[in-house]
């Protein structure tokens, strides 16, 4: 005997950025996410939300945009970039940046027979007090100690607040800046 069955977890897994994503007042974000493993979400459906399932974001179903239960504070804001949908990849772009957008956002995929979600963080700021955030990676092994005080002295002297880590195996010094 056979039954329909509600769609149930883990025939695929949703992922996305590792880390927030940052945005400046005025400007616009891209929060992506994708499934693993790897297959077309053309005929699923894709919604982003805020912390509740009703607070659509962005939803697409039945292959087309849908606008009729997306929020009024994102409506004419965003738009689903589906250049990669047939490989599980999609991404929203949020434009004209407001401080409420700031928070986390899911990003969830439904088929007929199973559905996942991904947790993203979208941090919002004034573009002129967004931090920096890079890492640069400085082998030493083929040069004198001298040549790397050499450099460290200048990165100081240039005023970047930064912290260094020794990786002794190799003589590598690993830059964080923010």
């Known amino acids: 005997r056979h039954s329909l069955s509600r769609p149930q977890r883990a025939q695929f897994t949703v992922t996305g950025p590792n880390h927030p994503v940052i945005a400046s007042l005025g400007?616009?974000?891209?929060?992506?996410?994708?499934?693993?493993?790897?297959?077309?979400?053309?005929?699923?459906?894709?919604?982003?939300?805020?912390?509740?399932?009703?607070?659509?974001?962005?939803?697409?179903?039945?292959?087309?945009?849908?606008?009729?239960?997306?929020?009024?504070?994102?409506?004419?804001?965003?738009?689903?970039?589906?250049?990669?949908?047939?490989?599980?990849?999609?991404?929203?772009?949020?434009?004209?940046?407001?401080?409420?957008?700031?928070?986390?956002?899911?990003?969830?995929?439904?088929?007929?027979?199973?559905?996942?979600?991904?947790?993203?963080?979208?941090?919002?700021?004034?573009k002129w007090s967004l931090r920096v955030h890079c890492e640069m990676t400085v082998d030493f092994s083929h040069y004198s100690g001298a040549v790397a005080l050499l450099w460290l002295r200048f990165v100081l002297l240039h005023s970047l607040t930064a912290a260094f880590f020794l990786r002794a195996l190799k003589s590598t010094l690993i830059l964080r800046l923010s």
């Open 27 to 126: 400007g616009e974000a891209v929060l992506y996410c994708r499934l693993s493993p790897r297959m077309s979400a053309e005929n699923m459906e894709v919604r982003w939300f805020r912390s509740k399932y009703s607070e659509v974001v962005h939803l697409y179903r039945g292959g087309r945009d849908q606008y009729g239960e997306q929020m009024l504070k994102y409506q004419g804001r965003t738009e689903l970039l589906k250049d990669d949908i047939t490989n599980g990849r999609v991404s929203l772009r949020i434009r004209n940046i407001r401080p409420s957008d700031d928070g986390q956002y899911k990003c969830f995929f439904q088929s007929s027979v199973s559905y996942e979600e991904a947790l993203l963080e979208l941090q919002v700021g004034n």
